[in-house]
């Protein structure tokens, strides 16, 4: 999926048919009331909003999807004036989706993930955190750097962890935790800088 600014009130977004291929969705049976594609139109507002600040929950929007022979199709997301006779975003996603199947579809998705994801504007207290969880955790960890901002993605197993109330404890004292694990575990891979893969916290801890 790949998301372009035209301006500031609009973005073009292409879905390639290996993206609808990984939704297990068929293009000449795609409807909007689907739960696939519910998630589809979902995750790309959250990308736009995240990589463009294109936000469009509190704003009316022109939605146009054309056929693209080449790559899937192409989505046109303009953000309308108060004035314009286009239904709002609220509006839009009530009369088409199914938003609150969405939201025990992603609830369920995060409650039943290995992964968790805390983010850290400073290298610092990713340093003093890596410390303490030297004794307790023993999983996989995957340093990633994105505009600044470090992002650590940990293995939750029961295996890898020995006490889980501090370990989720210590966490939330020196960085904030990604809600959306699934979308931001893609968008890092994508853009974001691998610096330490598989064993960042012991890195870390041997060399800072």
């Known amino acids: 999926m790949k998301i372009e600014k035209i301006n500031e009130n609009k973005i073009k977004v292409t879905i390639s048919i290996d993206d609808l291929v990984e939704r297990n969705i068929d293009l000449d049976t795609l409807n909007y009331n689907t739960p696939a594609a519910q998630e589809l139109f979902w995750d790309m ?107 650590l993605i940990l293995t939750k197993n029961s295996w890898s962890v020995e006490n889980l109330n501090s370990f989720e404890f210590i966490l939330n004292e020196f960085g904030s935790k990604v809600n959306n694990i699934s979308f931001y575990e893609g968008y890092l891979n994508e853009y974001g800088e691998k610096i330490i893969e598989y064993n960042a916290v012991e890195t870390i801890n041997d060399y800072f």
Request: aromatic share 14%.
């Open 45 to 151: 507002m959250e990308q736009a909003e995240m990589q463009f600040g294109f936000d469009a929950s509190d704003s009316q929007i022109c939605v146009e999807a054309v056929p693209d022979s080449d790559e899937g199709f192409v989505i046109i997301i303009t953000k309308l004036d108060e004035d314009g006779e286009f239904e709002s975003i609220q509006k839009y996603i009530k009369n088409r989706f199914r938003r609150s199947d969405l939201r025990v579809r992603k609830k369920t998705s995060r409650v039943s993930s290995s992964l968790v994801i805390y983010f850290f504007n400073d290298f610092n207290d990713l340093c003093q955190l890596s410390q303490k969880l030297r004794h307790i955790y023993s999983g996989e960890s995957t340093l990633y750097r994105l505009k600044g901002i470090y992002y």
